[in-house]
């Protein structure tokens, strides 16, 4: 028996293992830094003069084609006062990052809430007045920019 058509191809094996284990790049451990505390400035608090928030109506944000996106806002029935912001998707769903709506009473006062990477279908209810509210909903996107994409008045109906 011929042992060289046998110890040739294991010594071909052998140095090709012994390449691949050895051209395997080496990661490097890099330590982790030990955080130092730092302490706290303390500065006296400066006032700030109270403003009230617009019940108007202003200007909204064109998200970009890619990034199109759908939120309806109505009310929660003829004549409740819950104001219901649905979120039903659109080519943007992956991007979306937080859907927040803001909702201002006739008196100035501001509501807020949100959802966090919003998944079709999920809403935010808030609470609204017997009179016309105005309500904005705001999308954060996974870059970072925020967009206004409604802006605008939801009127309580009274039964009477």
Known sequence: ???????????????????????SPEQPVTPMPTPVPTPEQTTPATPVPTTQASTEPGPVDTLPSEWDLSVTVEKGGMYSRTILAKFDGGKGLNYASRMDVRVTYPDGTVKMDG?????????????GSD???????????????SYKIIDQQ???RNKY
Do not use: H, N, Q
């Open 1 to 23: 028996m011929d042992y060289r058509i046998i110890i040739i191809p294991a010594l071909l094996l052998a140095v090709l293992l012994a390449v691949a284990g050895c051209s």
């Open 131 to 145: 009179g016309t509210d105005r309500v904005e909903v705001f999308m954060l996107m996974a870059s970072g920019t």
């Open 115 to 127: 959802i966090a990477k919003p998944k079709m279908g999920e809403s935010v209810e808030i609470l």
């Open 154 to 156: 939801m009127p309580y």
